[in-house]
């Protein structure tokens, strides 16, 4: 157990050491970047809408009511609500949402690749698979989360507004007035760090886990479930990392 | 072991030698000790069971495995010493027919035949669909270039397979089980289509097969993997008369009679 726990981060550690050296011939992943931005980015915007209002609705109405009986301003719940999104939640769950859709995306691809030996035929050409595959997941999810991030927090922040004015519990210049108040740019910022960090977290164990697949279609699915558990854990993981250094 | 290091219809020179290589994944041994010299314009055969490592050696040949000790030689060079850039031109060298065709499955046939050409030449889009049109014509699939790979059936994907792996002219050509899975007319074709590129473009091949018909048919030599070991190597002659009592029982139960 202690051996492969081991033997698993080596071939982790060697294959974003991989990654990092050819990630300067350019020339071999740029066909792939684009199609990727469009896959791990654009592609996304549905299901971070949809995650987006969620929370931010949800977290208005729980505010509201765990603030029901105390006598504060109102719209103290716009600032709580703002700056849990921004900070916590349209980071988090969105990258813990997109672990299932993107890691598993990225993982089954190369492990089919892998297993039916598309990976082998591509080195048999003389082309460099890591630098032809991983690179170009791996870079595209470092700078397609932060965006995401921002989708994710404004979609938020207008689903928290709405839900607001619609169940009569915070008319839109209260939330306004209460976001604003306790607005930091930081915290946009701190966010879209931790985005960064969790975009590299999903793509680069899915690639691991998809790269180095065996066994067939069976094996396949495995390394998929594997990494998305695992995307999601370090995530987590991550999260709390990130927190206790940067705040 | 009777061995036969001069096979009369091809010539003397070793093109890829195999020095006293093992293989073992994880704790696993695949084979070990194996010694083997291709010829330039021979065709070799490996057979054995199921299992027994005959993709894993062949994987050696252009280092797409590593091995646990041992050396392949490829024009008296190691090619494990290589840096990428050297491998590159070692591998560019070799065409490889993979056992289930390893067709990229997110682009189309054409593309998956053109791939080579657009990242390895600066071929024009006429002369890349000129050269595509060619290789597919070789394996007579012209009329399938724009059809999608997962609607191939698995005899199509095996000669796609192979119109890919000829495109950059390789010296050598590895086929990973050219004719498992398909009837016996369809594998009667690959096996002419083996034949004709091997003498029309005087290829060295190396054909890993369970299909004792087709191994008779299209090869010089055979070298036989059983019990973790090369266990037999000589030419097609010495198999018919050999008596060795493993290679016997291969050859037998593949219902190919020898006495
Ligand atoms: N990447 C790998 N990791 C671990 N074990 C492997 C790997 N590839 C192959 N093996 C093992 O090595 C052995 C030889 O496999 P190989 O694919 O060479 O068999 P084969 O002779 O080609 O069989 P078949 O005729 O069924 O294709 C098998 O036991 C297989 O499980
Ligand atoms: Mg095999």
């Known amino acids: 157990m202690r051996f492969t726990l081991f033997h698993e981060f080596g071939l982790y550690g060697t294959l974003l050491y991989q990654s990092l050296r050819s990630s300067l011939e350019s020339t071999t992943y740029r066909m792939n970047l684009f199609q990727e931005f469009v896959k791990i980015g654009y592609e996304s915007i549905p299901i971070i809408l949809l995650t987006g209002v969620f929370t931010g609705a949800v977290m208005t109405i729980q505010t509201a009511y765990q603030l029901g009986n105390a006598f504060i301003a109102s719209s103290i719940i716009g600032s709580i609500v703002t700056q849990s999104l921004l900070i916590e939640l349209s980071a988090v769950i969105s990258s813990l949402v997109l672990a299932g859709k993107v890691g598993a995306r990225i993982a089954t691809e190369l492990g089919t690749m892998r297993v039916s030996e598309q990976i082998d035929a591509l080195e048999s050409m003389g082309l460099n698979s890591v630098s032809f595959l991983v690179v170009p997941r791996i870079l595209a999810g470092m700078l397609m989360f932060p965006v995401l991030y921002v989708v994710a927090a404004a979609t938020g922040l207008t689903g928290g507004l709405l839900t607001g004015v619609l169940t009569d519990t915070l008319p839109a210049f209260e939330f306004m007035k209460g976001a604003r108040l306790f607005f930091f740019p930081w915290d946009v910022l701190f966010g879209m760090i931790k985005s960064i960090v969790f975009g590299f977290i999903i793509t680069s164990i899915s690639c691991y886990k998809g790269y180095y697949a065996t066994g067939g279609a069976e094996g396949v699915g495995q390394s998929t479930t594997q990494a998305t558990v695992l995307s999601c854990m370090y995530i987590l993981v991550a999260d709390f990392v990130l927190a206790s250094l940067l705040l | ?259």
């Not at chain 2, 056992?99 to 080579?116: H, V």
């Open chain 2, 1 to 259: 072991m009777d061995s036969s290091r001069t096979p009369d219809t091809t010539s003397q020179e070793p093109l890829i030698t195999v020095r006293d290589l093992s293989k073992s994944f994880g704790p696993n041994l695949v084979w070990k000790d194996v010694n083997l010299d291709v010829y330039k314009g021979e065709t070799l055969a490996v057979i054995g069971r199921s299992g027994c490592g005959k993709s894993v050696l062949v994987k050696h040949f252009n280092a797409l495995h590593k091995p646990t000790t041992g050396d392949v030689l490829m024009d008296g060079v190691n090619i494990f010493d290589l840096d990428y850039v050297g491998l590159r031109q070692i591998r560019q060298r070799f065409g490889i027919l993979f056992q289930g065709g390893a067709l990229f499955d997110s682009i189309s046939t054409f593309e998956n035949i053109a791939f080579p050409l657009r990242v390895f030449t600066s071929d024009t889009e006429t002369e890349i669909r000129d050269r595509v049109m060619q290789a597919l014509e070789r394996v007579s699939l012209a009329h399938a270039a724009d059809r999608s790979t997962a609607e191939l059936s698995g005899g199509m994907r095996k000669r796609v397979g192979l119109a890919r792996a000829i495109i950059l002219n390789p010296e050598v050509l590895m086929y990973d089980e050219p004719t498992s899975g398909l009837d016996p007319q369809t594998s009667d074709e690959i096996n002419d289509l083996i034949l004709s590129l091997s003498e029309t473009l005087h290829i060295t091949s190396i054909v890993i097969s369970h299909d004792m018909h087709s191994v008779l048919k299209i090869s010089d030599r055979v070298a036989f993997l059983h019990d973790q070991a090369l266990h037999w190597l000589g030419t097609v002659e010495q198999l018919k008369q050999s008596q060795d009592g493993p290679l016997r029982s291969f050859v037998r139960a593949s219902e190919y009679a020898l006495t």
